[in-house]
């Protein structure tokens, strides 16, 4: 399996190539050149396997250049239960006949990004030995909050590799900072940065296109790489959780293989919807794929008018992980609704940078409309979400969930459809804790309470335990110190890094 730009300006590439660039050289994306299909009896013979071994059934046809034991071995290291406390990792919660919760934050930080940055530092060390890469891989990462934690934990200690996260000093939760001040590991580094998350992010850019500070980290024997959501690494790995929702679903019974179902997916930079359009694409048998957004409702916007105008005022949210006006992993799901035809996806990528928005032609539309229903749920609608689940169901989700759960309502009720639907739960709801005990037990209950508090307050309502990776945060050491101004981030990386 070879991996072509969207852009359509750079050669094919093997996928170790792929996941070890990130991004296409032409500033595409890596998308597989050919389709990968699992008809029928793949599916029932999948039914009885375990989440590990339908991984690496999924990710072997995708990463043809690893070897089989390099899939087994990367699948056992990424998915196991000292990292997730779940042994089903993505185990899927009834609500209703009708409505099941696909649980994909069981991992150590507490949300959906662990189920690909767990594996990810993986396929990368091991795509890097594949390519003939001497260097240590150096990755860096500008952070808004989850990512940043994610990618530390996936990969602390991982041989080969050093991860240095920038944060915004004001721009983060005081727990999301605490996750990432005290965390161990003799590889990693963070530093907050003097600036908010587009200072963070651009500081973060200009590192990787400086050509010389490349070269001479190269002659110390570092390469930078990237981990955020555009690599293929991350990507893969999110199809394997929407084909054992479908078969966990078949293996109860609940449908026989071959029965439709929907999708609805909390969505902010397009990255795990994405993968659920792979998952369709391959065969598994999907009728609709609901994208929900917050007030930042670009998405719905482009899927309902084929217009994408990134103009207009962001919104900070209670699900702030979708508070994204740019989705980047957008470009994938064009590229193939056009046929393959990297001239219009860069003209229409002209179009967004140069006047910040396009607009793609009907047929390419009209797809866009047959596969995907998008709505959005504002702050005041994800409350009383969260609120009635918990009083109708006694289930309680975190706000991104909600986002989900309010649009699959709007979704059934503006067409009727009664199919069996999954909604992807992104979130624990312990991480977004306060927006949560306020629905469940009114706002005086969150009243001059900090965030460990209030754990407490949701560990007692919901009868379950604080998650380990949440749990003594305000105690532990703290072991990174570093700020910076954000002028001065290439410095840094290079201090860390030569040890100065
Ligand atoms: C990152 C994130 C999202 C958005 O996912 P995308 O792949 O960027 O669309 C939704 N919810 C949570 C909790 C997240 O961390």
Redesign the pocket.
């Known amino acids: 399996m070879l991996y072509e730009s969207t852009r359509g300006n750079y050669r094919r590439v093997s996928a170790a190539e792929a996941v070890k660039l990130g991004i296409s050289p032409d500033g595409g994306l890596f998308v597989p050149s050919e389709n990968v299909v699992f008809d029928r009896k793949m599916l029932l013979d999948m039914v009885n396997l375990d989440y590990r071994e339908r991984a690496y059934l999924i990710l072997k046809e995708y990463l043809d250049d690893y070897s089989e034991e390099e899939i087994r071995e990367c699948v056992k290291l990424a998915y196991n239960t000292e990292s997730f406390d779940s042994p089903y990792f993505a185990p899927v919660h009834r609500l209703n006949d009708s409505l099941y919760i696909l649980e994909l ?1 069981h991992g150590p930080t507490c ?3 662990d189920m690909a940055l767990q594996i990810l530092p993986h396929l990368l060390t091991k795509a890097a030995v594949k390519t003939g890469e001497k260097s240590t891989i150096v990755i860096l990462v500008a952070t808004s ?3 940043g934690k ?1 990618a530390l934990e996936g990969f602390k200690d991982v041989p080969g590799t050093r991860i240095i996260v920038f944060y915004p000093e004001q721009g983060v939760s005081e727990v999301q900072k605490l996750q990432m001040i005290t965390q161990e590991g003799g590889n990693v580094a963070v530093v907050a940065v003097r600036g908010n998350f587009d200072d963070a992010q651009s500081g973060v850019k200009k590192i990787f296109a400086d050509e010389g500070y490349n070269l001479d980290l190269q002659k110390s024997n570092y390469r930078l790489s990237s981990a955020n ?1 555009i690599n293929w690494g991350r990507l893969a790995p ?1 199809i394997v959780y929407y084909f054992s929702a479908y078969l966990d679903l078949a293996a109860k019974n609940v449908i026989s293989i071959g029965d439709k179902i929907n999708f609805v ?11 659920a359009y792979y998952a369709k694409e391959m065969g598994l048998p999907v009728n609709r794929l609901i994208c929900a957004a917050n007030s930042n409702n670009v998405l719905t916007d482009f899927i309902r008018t084929g217009i994408y105008n990134r103009s207009r005022n962001f919104v900070k949210t209670i ?1 702030p ?2 508070d ?1 006006l740019i ?1 980047s ?1 957008l470009e994938r799901l064009l590229y193939h609704l056009a046929g393959r035809d990297p001239a219009r996806v860069r003209q229409w990528m002209a179009d967004l940078n140069g006047t910040g928005s396009y607009q793609v032609d009907a047929p390419t539309r009209d797809k866009l409309q047959e596969i995907l229903w998008s709505d959005y749920a504002d702050d005041r609608e994800t409350i009383e979400t969260i609120r009635s689940v918990y009083q109708i169901n006694g289930y309680i989700m ?4 909600a986002v989900g759960m309010k649009v699959y309502e709007k979704y059934t009720g503006a067409t009727g459809d009664t199919a069996k639907t999954v909604v992807a739960s ?2 624990s709801p312990f ?2 804790n306060e927006s949560v005990v306020k629905a469940i037990l009114g706002d005086e209950a969150t009243r001059g309470k900090d965030e460990f508090e209030l754990l407490q307050v949701l560990s007692k309502a919901s009868g379950s335990d604080i998650p380990p990776g949440l749990k003594d945060l305000d105690r532990k050491p703290v072991l990174h110190k570093t700020s910076t101004a954000r002028d001065n981030m290439a410095e840094v990386v290079k201090n860390i890094l030569l040890d100065i």
Do not use: R
């Open positions: 934050w949300a959906f990004k909050g989850d990512t994610a959501s999110q997916v909390p969505t902010g930079n397009f990255g795990n919807i994405l993968a699900s992980s979708m994204i989705s992993n975190d706000t991104h969930t992104t979130a991480k977004f």
